[in-house]
C-alpha cells in the first residue's frame, strides 16, 4: 500500500458544481496536509495547507483533515473553468519548508466545463 | 522577481550520456530540493538541501548528484543517463523551516533515448 492514495480520477464537472477531492494515508505520522495545484507545463503552486485535523477555508476552497481516519479532503465550491488542473495531496512529518520532505499523491486532474 | 528558475526546459540525452539540470532562486532560501513527476506516481524527492553546503538524499535518489556550494544554485546531476530517468524534475525552494510553503520552479523535460 502507497503511503497516500489519492482517487485517479480524471474528473469532469460543469461550472458552478461543488468538487470534493479526496486523499487517503497510511502513515499516521502525518501531521502537515496540504493541497497544490498544477496548471499544465507549470510547478506545483501551494493552494491550502492544514496543521492535524480540522477545517480551514479560503475563499472558494475548504481544505479538511479528519486524522482519526487518515482522508483529507478538498472542496471547492462555485467551480470555475479557470480551476481547471491538476490537483496533489501533500502531507509531511515536520513543516515541510524544513527540508521540502513531502509526500505526494498521484494527482487528480480537473475539467471544469463552461 | 524571478523566483525558482530552471534550466534547460527540454532536454533530450542518449543512454549513457551525463547533463546537469540548473536550478537557481534569487530569494535567498536556505532550502532547496529536487523532485521528478511521473505519469501515475506524483512527485518524489530526489535530493534535498538544508543550506550551503549541506545535502541529504530523498526517496528516488539512486542515479544522481546534488551540490549546495551557494545559497542561490542547486544543480542535479545525471551521472549516466538511463531510459527510467526519462520525466519531468522539478526544482523547489522554501524558506521558513516551521512553515509549509514552498515555491516550485516550471519544470525541466527530460527524456532518454
Known amino acids: 500500500q502507497k503511503e497516500v492514495e489519492q482517487d485517479p480520477g480524471p474528473l469532469s464537472v460543469p461550472e458552478g458544481a461543488i468538487v470534493s477531492l479526496n486523499c487517503t494515508y497510511s502513515n499516521s505520522a502525518f501531521q502537515y496536509f496540504m493541497w497544490y495545484r498544477q496548471y499544465s507545463r507549470k510547478g506545483p503552486e501551494l493552494l491550502m495547507y492544514t496543521y492535524s485535523s480540522g477545517n480551514k477555508e479560503d475563499g472558494r476552497f475548504t481544505a479538511q483533515v479528519d486524522k482519526s481516519s487518515k482522508y483529507i479532503s478538498l472542496f471547492i465550491r462555485d467551480s470555475q473553468p479557470s480551476d481547471s488542473a491538476t490537483y496533489l495531496c501533500?502531507?509531511?512529518?515536520?513543516?515541510?519548508?524544513?527540508?521540502?520532505?513531502?509526500?505526494f499523491g498521484k494527482g487528480i486532474t480537473l475539467s471544469v466545463r463552461p | 522577481n524571478a523566483g525558482v528558475t530552471q534550466t534547460p526546459k527540454f532536454q533530450v540525452l542518449k543512454t549513457g550520456q551525463s547533463m546537469t539540470l540548473q536550478c537557481a532562486q534569487d530569494m535567498n532560501h536556505e532550502y532547496m530540493s529536487w523532485y521528478r513527476q511521473d505519469p501515475g506516481m506524483g512527485l518524489r524527492l530526489i535530493h534535498y538541501s538544508v543550506g550551503a553546503g549541506i545535502t541529504d538524499q530523498g526517496e528516488v535518489p539512486n542515479g544522481y548528484n546534488v551540490s549546495r556550494s551557494t545559497t542561490e544554485d542547486f544543480p542535479l546531476r545525471l551521472l549516466s543517463a538511463a531510459p527510467s530517468q526519462t520525466s519531468v524534475y522539478f526544482c523547489?525552494?522554501?524558506?521558513?523551516?516551521?512553515?509549509?510553503?514552498?515555491?516550485f520552479g516550471e519544470g525541466s523535460w527530460l527524456t532518454v533515448v
Open positions: 501533500a502531507m509531511s512529518v515536520l513543516p515541510s519548508g524544513a527540508n521540502s520532505k513531502l509526500t
Open positions: 523547489a525552494s522554501s524558506y521558513d523551516p516551521s512553515g509549509n510553503t514552498i515555491y
